[in-house]
């Protein structure tokens, strides 16, 4: 499970890093192309919530796999939460040197909040699986 995670890890790190020096008319391309389909599914939204909401869902994935990496290797809460945190910063402070890109203090806290979430929801869903385990172990017993 370590290795998956740890591929799924480095993928969606890969996957920040393009997009965040994809240029502008390729973001404008992307972003417009997924209003579009979720407008034909039936969610209409601004191209500027697309392009908000997409930190947050992206570092929320980031925040999912990371998490679940580093509990499976022993990292405490803390670490995965520097590690996500210190990754935002990297990747918004990269857009100070890009030429069509700038720096989003509301882009970097929805970052920080969407690998937050994640992390608490992993923190919750391996807390109540633990449980069920525990307590079937000792009906068992």
Same mark, same amino acid.
């Given at each position: 499970?370590?290795? *998956?995670?740890? @591929?799924?890890?480095?993928?969606?790190? *890969? +996957? *920040? !890093?393009?997009?965040?020096?994809?240029?502008?008319?390729?973001?404008?391309? $992307?972003?417009?192309?997924?209003?579009?389909? !979720?407008?034909?599914?039936?969610?209409?939204?601004?191209?500027?919530?697309?392009?908000?909401?997409?930190?947050?869902?992206?570092?929320?994935?980031?925040?999912? @796999?990371?998490?679940?990496?580093?509990?499976?290797? +022993?990292?405490?809460?803390? @670490?995965?939460? !520097?590690? +996500?945190i210190?990754?935002?910063?990297?990747?918004? +402070?990269?857009?100070?040197?890009?030429?069509?890109?700038?720096?989003? @203090?509301?882009? $970097?806290?929805?970052?920080?909040?969407?690998?937050?979430?994640?992390?608490?929801?992993? *923190?919750?869903?391996?807390?109540?699986?633990?449980?069920?385990?525990n307590?079937k172990?000792?009906?068992?017993?």
């Open positions: 499970m370590k290795k *998956i995670l740890r @591929i799924l890890l480095v993928c969606i790190i *890969i +996957g *920040i !890093l393009l997009l965040t020096f994809q240029n502008a008319e390729g973001t404008v391309r $992307l972003s417009e192309g997924l209003r579009l389909w !979720l407008d034909r599914l039936g969610f209409h939204m601004s191209f500027h919530t697309i392009r908000s909401n997409a930190h947050f869902v992206l570092y929320f994935i980031l925040g999912l @796999i990371l998490s679940m990496y580093g509990l499976q290797v +022993g990292w405490n809460r803390k @670490i995965i939460l !520097l590690t +996500g210190i990754f935002g910063m990297f990747d918004e +402070g990269i857009k100070v040197f890009l030429p069509t890109r700038e720096f989003d @203090i509301l882009d $970097l806290l929805r970052d920080w909040i969407g690998v937050g979430f994640a992390l608490v929801i992993v *923190i919750f869903l391996s807390r109540n699986h633990n449980k069920d385990r307590s172990e000792t009906d068992v017993v």
